[in-house]
């Protein structure tokens, strides 16, 4: 049996955008919201 990563909302939405690659990433300097771009970078 395979050993399951647990990922925060943000982290979960900055892996989907790695795999969709958009051209634009649009980020407001808000937390919790500074977190998405700092796990897609």
């Keep these: 049996m395979s ?3 647990r990922l925060s909302g943000n982290e979960a939405i900055a ?3 790695r795999q969709i ?3 634009v990433f649009v ?3 808000i937390t919790p919201s500074t ?3 700092q ?3």
């Design 21 to 23: 690659n958009p051209d």
């Design 3 to 5: 050993i399951r990563e």
């Design 27 to 29: 980020a407001f300097p």
């Design 35 to 37: 977190e998405i771009p």
């Design 15 to 17: 892996y989907a955008m």
């Design 39 to 41: 796990y897609f970078a």
